[in-house]
C-alpha cells in the first residue's frame, strides 16, 4: 500500500492529509496555538463535583471545563496525588522510585472519595473536545514513544498483541526488565519488533526523563496549566504510523519541513529522504487533488464505480447508510454476484467514509439484499477485513436477515470540516452574483488602490481556476496589461478552494492586502516638524 501525508500549513491553521494509494483516508486539523491535543497532561484545579454521575470537571484552560469520570482515575491515583503534592512549592519532592505505591482504589468507589473542588491534580486528555463537549481526561497517565508506552505507578511490562514472535516476547521483555526504574511500567509497542536493543532502552529512558521534567514543572506552575504537551500533530502520525508503507511525507511550509525532518532522522534516519518540501505555484492540496475529496466529504451521495453509489445520513442518535446499485442492471442467472460485487465496493468505501467523517456511535448500513448465507458471511469478513486499520475502537455484527449491518464506532478526534448552512458571502442569500463581465474591472480598481494609494510593488491574485485562465490567456493577457499599466509585478495563482468569483489580494508571504492596516501619509511639513522635536 502506498501511503502519503500531505501537509498544509498558514498562518491560522495546520491540516494534515493521510492518503493510501491517492485516497484520502484521514483528514485532520490543528487551529494554530488552540493546544489541548491528545496526551497533553495538565495541572488542572476541580472545579465541581457531579455525585450523580460519580464525575467531576476540572479547569485546565479550555474555554469549558473538561470531565472526568471516576473510572478514569486510575487504579494508582492516591499514588500520584502523593507525587503532585510532594513537587507543590516549600514541599519536598518525592520521586516515583522512592515511593511506596498505595493499594489500589476501589473499582466502585465514590469520586468524592479522592476529589474536592479547588484540588490541584495531574490530568491526561484523553479525548480532545467535540462539539459542545469539553475534553475528557484521565488520571492514568501514560507517555507515548516510538517503540514503547512508559506507564508510571506500575512494574508490568505488557507487549503489543500484534507481536507474535515467542523469541521477539522474550527479547523484548528482557530488555524492557533490565532498564525500568522501580514503580514503572511500560507497554512495548508493534513498531519495536524492528528495533534493536538499545533503541528500546533508549526510548524507555528518554521516557522516564520527560516524565521528571513533568513533575518538575508542577513547582513552577499555577493551575490551570500545561506541563507537557504532546508533540504537534504531524509528528505524532508520524510517531504512530512510519513504517515501510509510507512513501511520501510531504509539507509546504519551510520550518514544520526542518522539524518533522529532524524528528524522523532522530528515530529512522534512512526514512529521511522520504520527507519532501513543496514549493509548487498551485495550492498543495489542489496538487495532489485533495481539495476535490475534501469537497466530496460531507457530500449526502457518494458515488461509487459503474453507476453504484451510497447515500449517507448523520441524525443525533445514528448514522445510516444506504447502498444502492443505480442503474446497473445485469442477467437473471448473475444476479447474486452482482449484488456482491456492489456491495463489497460499498464496503470498502464505507470503511474509508467512517474514517474520513470521523462517524462515531451507532452506524446502520442498508447493503442491497442477498439471498445466500455465503454471500453474507463473505460481506461481513471482507468489512472486518477492511476496518481492521481503523484505530478506532469499533465492533461489527453480521447481516440481519433483511441486510442490515450494524457497526459501532468510537469518534477519536473532532470534525475535521462540518457540514454548515449559512448564507450564500458572494450573492448574499439572492441567489445572484454580479456580473461576470465587471469582474475583471473590479480586479483592476483594486490593484489601482494598492499600488497607487499603498505603494504595492508586488500582488499575487488568488482566484478560481476559471478567472485565473480568463486573466492569461491570448497573447496579451490582461494580467500582462495591468502590470505595464500599473508598474506592479502580478502573480496569478489558482485556488480550487475559492468560488468562481472570489479573489484574494496577497503579498509575497501570503498576508491579505486589503486586511493590513494602512500606514496614515504625513506632508512634508509634519515631518520637518517632526525631526526638529527631535533634536
Excluded at 441567489?431 to 499603498?454: F, M
Excluded at 500582488?459 to 495591468?482: D, F, N, T
Aim: hydrophobic letters at 40%; a positive charge; glycine letters at 6%.
Amino acid at each position: 500500500m502506498n501511503r502519503e501525508l500531505i501537509i498544509n500549513v498558514t498562518s491560522t491553521e495546520i491540516s494534515l492529509a493521510l492518503c493510501e494509494d491517492k485516497k484520502l483516508v484521514e483528514l485532520g486539523r490543528e487551529v494554530a496555538q488552540m493546544g489541548f491535543s491528545v496526551g497533553d497532561i495538565y495541572l488542572g484545579k476541580v472545579r465541581k463535583i457531579l455525585p450523580g454521575l460519580n464525575a467531576a470537571f476540572v479547569n485546565i484552560g479550555h474555554e469549558r471545563d473538561a470531565f472526568i469520570h471516576y473510572q478514569d482515575l486510575g487504579t494508582h491515583f492516591p499514588s500520584l496525588d502523593k507525587v503532585v503534592a510532594s513537587n507543590a512549592p516549600g514541599n519536598k519532592a518525592v520521586k516515583v522510585e522512592a515511593l511506596k505505591l498505595d493499594d489500589g482504589i476501589e473499582r466502585d468507589g465514590d469520586i468524592g472519595s479522592y476529589l474536592h473542588v479547588g484540588q490541584q491534580v495531574m490530568v491526561q486528555i484523553s479525548k480532545e473536545a467535540i462539539s459542545t463537549k469539553g475534553p475528557r481526561l484521565t488520571c492514568d497517565i501514560s507517555l507515548a514513544g516510538r517503540n514503547i508506552v512508559l506507564v508510571p505507578f506500575s512494574s508490568k511490562v505488557f507487549l503489543s498483541q500484534k507481536i507474535r514472535s515467542n523469541e521477539e516476547k522474550k527479547r523484548l521483555k528482557r530488555v524492557a526488565a533490565g532498564i525500568l526504574p522501580k514503580n514503572f511500567g511500560v507497554i512495548i509497542r508493534t513498531a519495536a519488533v524492528n528495533a534493536t536493543d538499545l533503541d528500546v532502552e533508549q526510548d524507555i529512558l528518554a521516557a522516564v526523563e520527560k516524565w521528571n521534567k513533568t513533575c518538575q514543572q508542577i513547582r513552577r506552575r499555577q493551575a490551570p496549566s500545561l506541563l507537557m504537551g504532546e508533540m504537534s500533530r504531524a509528528n505524532t502520525i508520524i510517531r504512530d504510523n512510519l513504517d515501510g508503507s509510507f512513501s511520501q511525507i510531504c509539507v509546504d511550509d519551510e520550518a514544520m519541513y526542518t522539524d518533522i525532518k529532524a524528528y524522523i532522522h532522530s528515530v529512522d534516519p534512512e526514512k529521511e529522504k522520504i520527507v519532501k518540501l513543496y514549493r509548487g505555484t498551485v495550492p498543495i492540496f489542489d496538487n495532489f487533488d485533495i481539495t476535490r475529496q475534501i469537497k466530496s466529504l460531507f457530500a449526502k451521495y457518494v458515488s461509487l464505480k459503474r453507476g453504484a453509489y451510497l447515500i449517507i445520513e448523520s441524525t443525533e442518535a445514528m448514522n445510516v447508510i444506504d447502498v444502492n446499485s443505480g442503474n446497473r442492471t445485469t442477467a437473471d442467472n448473475d444476479h447474486e454476484h452482482t449484488v456482491l460485487e456492489v456491495n463489497m465496493a460499498a464496503a470498502a468505501e464505507i470503511a474509508r467514509q467512517l474514517r474520513l467523517r470521523d462517524l462515531g456511535g451507532i452506524v446502520i448500513v442498508d447493503f442491497i439484499d442477498m439471498h445466500t448465507a455465503q454471500s453474507r458471511q463473505t460481506l461481513y469478513e471482507e468489512m472486518k477485513r477492511l476496518m481492521a486499520t481503523d484505530k478506532a475502537k469499533h465492533t461489527i455484527l453480521p447481516l440481519t436477515k433483511f441486510g442490515l449491518m450494524q457497526i459501532t464506532r468510537q469518534r477519536i478526534r473532532p470534525v475535521a470540516v462540518r457540514p454548515v448552512q449559512d448564507v450564500c458571502p458572494t450573492c448574499g442569500g439572492t441567489g445572484k452574483i454580479e456580473p461576470t463581465v465587471l469582474l475583471d474591472r473590479k480586479i483592476e480598481n483594486q490593484i489601482s488602490l494598492l499600488v497607487q494609494d499603498r505603494g504595492r510593488r508586488f500582488i499575487r491574485l488568488e482566484v478560481s481556476p476559471y478567472v485565473a485562465a480568463y486573466l492569461r490567456k491570448g497573447v496579451l493577457p490582461l494580467v500582462w496589461r495591468w502590470m505595464l499599466k500599473y508598474g506592479v509585478w502580478i502573480s496569478v495563482r489558482p485556488s480550487q478552494s475559492l468560488g468562481m468569483v472570489d479573489v484574494c489580494y496577497l503579498d509575497n508571504e501570503g498576508n491579505d492586502l486589503l486586511s493590513m492596516p494602512v500606514e496614515p501619509k504625513r506632508s512634508k511639513g509634519n515631518r520637518k516638524k517632526g525631526r526638529r522635536v527631535r533634536r
